[in-house]
């Protein structure tokens, strides 16, 4: 089998999420780290031409968008599965996955988290509380949505972990480096079931680099 390579920007919640899909069925990867500001670069642009993180390789095989990218690591490797195969659970994992890009990670993890840690840590910018406070309602909503989503379950469709719980975990783990994120997790379902994603081996080997983990 031809190398897997995936292609991203370390600290990435998308990166970490395709690393964690790796993880869960014990398939070998490489992480080709890349620099911020590579992905608008002509060699960046062929890997993504959106600009943007993770892409993967497997010999002449090219692939990118997060979601995409988890399904093919199913697919292609063995181990257990990662996703359901009832229409309804097949349902509400992608629905989960969609209120993640769509939604969660637009409207606020990737203003609250650049604000808060990207910014002032790595470009020297103080936080913009205008944008941040302009975030927090569709944030609110976003974590309110998934709370109710998840209930009392374990994962999000049900005992299993799938590429629902997989994906968001990640942008989760993030937001709860910010001050705003540990607030609206706290008390919640979905504080309980981030300790329990923290605690698979997946996301203690996918951990963000140790600069960002200090800036929280």
């Known amino acids: 089998m ?3 390579i995936v292609y991203g920007v ?38 993504h031409p959106f600009g943007r993180v993770p892409a993967i390789s497997q010999g002449e095989f ?3 968008e997060t979601q995409a990218i988890l399904r093919y690591i ?16 097949i349902g509400r994992m992608n629905q989960v996955i969609g209120v993640n890009d769509w939604y969660l990670f637009p409207l606020g993890t990737r203003v609250i988290g650049f604000q808060r840690i ?19 309602g569709d944030t609110t909503r976003a974590f309110a949505e998934l709370n109710r989503l998840l209930g009392d379950k ?10 629902a719980d997989i994906h968001i975990a990640p942008q989760i783990a993030f937001m709860a480096m ?5 607030g609206l997790l706290q008390g919640t379902p979905l504080e309980a079931w ?21 800036a929280a």
């Not at 990207?118 to 927090?136: R, S």
């Not at 910010?178 to 540990?182: A, I, L, Q």
């Not at 981030?194 to 200090?214: D, H, I």
């Open 74 to 89: 199913d697919a292609e490797f063995t181990g257990p599965s990662l996703q359901p195969k009832t229409p309804q659970a």
């Open 194 to 214: 981030l300790q329990r994603m923290n605690a698979r081996p997946s996301m203690q080997a996918t951990l963000p680099p140790a600069g960002l983990r200090a």
């Open 10 to 47: 370390p600290g990435s919640p998308f990166m970490r999420s395709v690393c964690v899909g790796m993880e869960e069925k014990g398939a070998p990867y490489r992480i080709e780290a890349l620099a911020p500001g590579f992905m608008s670069t002509e060699a960046g642009l062929r890997l």
């Open 178 to 182: 910010t001050p705003e994120g540990r």
């Open 62 to 64: 090219a692939l990118y």
């Open 154 to 163: 374990a994962y999000f469709v049900g005992d299993a972990l799938t590429l």
């Open 118 to 136: 990207i910014g002032p840590t790595f470009m020297g910018l103080t936080p913009d509380e205008a944008a941040i406070a302009g975030a927090m």
């Open 2 to 4: 031809s190398e897997f």
